[in-house]
């Protein structure tokens, strides 16, 4: 516990607190000096007179020992290799060439985590883990989650170099984290989301906080980023078919009326337009009478889909782009000719035009 007073990972507050828990005080030796976790070194530790605790990732602190000119003893590596395989994280724990035994911390993956990954997966998005963890641990737990892949045993570096090397290869990169040693990740991420239980260092470094600091926060954040996109793409698709269809529908009946364009003056039917007048709309006047009357019928009946959103499924880009076409692309072509055509015909019975 003494080594883990200067470890500021969840890891090392979970060792000091499980102690504490046992009523156990945990309080700095007089006189001590505390070696703070880092991520280049991998283990925390104190010393205090002719003691060297440390407390870290069993491949350091068995090198540590090693390099003390003792060699670890077998049973200190079966302990740690099946901690490892069980989804285990085993820090090795050591009083300067002496090893006194292994922690097991055990991540415990909450209800229900994988399917929200399989939801990512739905969604296009391909997850993957990155830790400190040695790779045993690292596949059991990727393995247990769901997630597609995991870099084990990363160091800030390699988090950023990962990062970038995805966003070489033209992809839109998303990371949660939230130590110290995932803030240059989350700065270099096109989208960096802290927990809020992490440090401040991660918080700084993220675009937003997570204030539940849960990781699959991604799925509502990408959710309703999606939803905002479609909706807006959606009406546009619809207001520019709508358009086109719509003129199409109502000039050749323009034409028609034009004098200019008749073989027989007063005759519409005459115009060398009236071909294209398939919707055989009544008169140039009842025409663009009923284009105004659709386009305020039509603003009235979006106004409810802007306000609520285009719903959205998990689904691939290419396959909702593909739905959204076909139902808004396709249903701004066809409403006017529709519309136009009814309310036409409702206009000529009432002789507005």
Same mark, same amino acid.
């Given at each position: 516990?003494?080594?883990?007073? !200067? @470890? ?12 504490? &828990? ?27 007179? @002719? ?42 724990? !050591? ?58 045993? !990363? ?11 995805? &966003? ?9 984290? @939230? ?175």
């Amino acid at each position: 516990a003494l080594a883990s007073l !200067a @470890d500021e990972t969840p890891e090392g507050k979970s060792i000091v607190a499980l102690v504490e &828990q046992q009523g156990v005080r945990v309080e700095p030796l007089p006189g001590a000096t505390f070696v703070p976790f880092s991520a280049r070194t991998r283990m925390s530790g104190v010393d205090a007179g @002719d003691r060297c605790i440390r407390k870290g990732a069993s491949d350091t602190v068995m090198a540590l020992v090693r390099a003390g000119g003792t060699e670890p003893p077998a049973k200190l590596k079966e302990l740690v290799d099946a901690i490892a395989q069980a989804g285990g994280t085993p820090l090795v724990v !050591a009083d300067g060439a002496r090893p006194l035994g292994v922690i097991y911390l055990k991540d415990t993956v909450k209800p229900g985590m994988s399917e929200r990954f399989e939801r990512l997966r739905a969604m296009g998005i391909r997850t993957v883990m990155i830790t400190g963890d040695n790779p045993l641990t690292a596949a059991t737990i990727a393995k247990e989650a769901g997630v597609d892949d995991f870099l084990a045993e !990363a160091t800030p570096e390699a988090k950023l170099a990962y990062i970038r090397k995805m &966003q070489e290869g033209g992809r839109l990169v998303a990371m949660t984290g @939230d130590g110290t040693n995932d803030a240059p990740a989350l700065a270099q991420a096109d989208v960096g989301v802290a927990m809020n239980t992490g440090t401040q260092a991660a918080k700084e470094a993220g675009n937003m906080v997570d204030l539940d600091s849960d990781p699959t926060k991604l799925i509502e954040v990408v959710e309703i980023g999606k939803q905002l996109l479609m909706t807006r793409g959606a009406l546009t698709t619809f207001s520019i078919a709508n358009d086109v269809a719509k003129y199409f529908s109502i000039l050749p009946a323009i034409f028609t009326g034009l004098v200019a364009f008749q073989t027989t003056a007063g005759e519409p039917s005459s115009s060398a337009f009236w071909s294209l007048n398939v919707m055989r709309l009544g008169s140039p006047g009842s025409a663009i009478l009923s284009a105004v009357i659709f386009n305020a019928l039509v603003i009235i009946a979006l106004v409810p889909l802007a306000l609520r959103g285009v719903s959205y499924r998990p689904l691939p880009a290419s396959a909702l782009l593909s739905r959204n076409l076909l139902v808004y692309g396709a249903g701004g072509v066809v409403a006017p000719f529709v519309a136009i055509k009814l309310i036409d015909v409702v206009v000529r019975a009432l002789h507005l035009a």
